[in-house]
């Protein structure tokens, strides 16, 4: 049964780069997209891209100017980097594993990472 | 970006009674939509795919409806561990959409 375990920095400051990592635990790492999501109580759910094992990326439009994910096939990690934050980026940050269909059908624990001065 | 639209928001009801919930996509999706339920704390489960496919070991209580633009999620003899916050997505075209939840509360 697949796992995925995240860390990160909680706390960030307007203008600092988040920085966040997913580790997947078991199933297959080369048949699935990596994603990251955010939630927030006011705007619900919101893809922010996803990335596969050969490191091809798509990333929402709305946040395609500050984000850039990386991979690491060795250890079965994705990464999220998300620069110039503000503390509209104030949100739970959740790692998830998508189906090619783009079902996501495995998530992590979540991170509530906050921006503030 | 496909908009997703629930309602409704929040929706009393108790156990042993039948809810539907309501999707709706800005333009067609054919029947690309998914149903998540999250519980407080923990992340989203995925129920239904494809708009009327039961995810495995999802209890047949659970089933969705619909295609193109409006859809439905139905639970029937409402348990109590139902009581939770449903989201759709949208997975017929990039940038994947969800809607904003419909909470589902005693």
Known sequence: ?117 | DIQMTQSPSTLTASVGDRVTITCRASQTITRWLAWYQQKPGKAPILVINKASTLESGVPSRFSGSGSGTEFTLTITTLQPDDFATYYCQQYKSFPWTFGQGTKVEI
């Open chain 1, 1 to 117: 049964q697949v796992q995925l375990q995240q860390w990160g920095a909680g706390l960030l400051k307007p203008s600092e780069t988040l920085s966040l990592t997913c580790a997947v635990y078991g199933g297959s790492f080369s048949d699935y997209y990596w994603s990251w999501i955010r939630q927030t109580p006011g705007k619900g759910l919101e893809w922010i891209g996803e990335i596969n094992h050969s490191g091809s990326t798509y990333y929402s439009p709305s946040l395609r100017s500050r984000v850039t994910m990386s991979v690491d096939t060795s250890k079965n990690q994705f990464s999220l980097n998300l620069n110039s934050v503000t503390a509209a980026d104030t949100a739970l940050y959740l790692c998830a594993r998508s189906r090619p269909e783009r079902l996501f059908d495995s998530w992590g624990q979540g991170i509530l990472v906050t921006v503030s001065s």
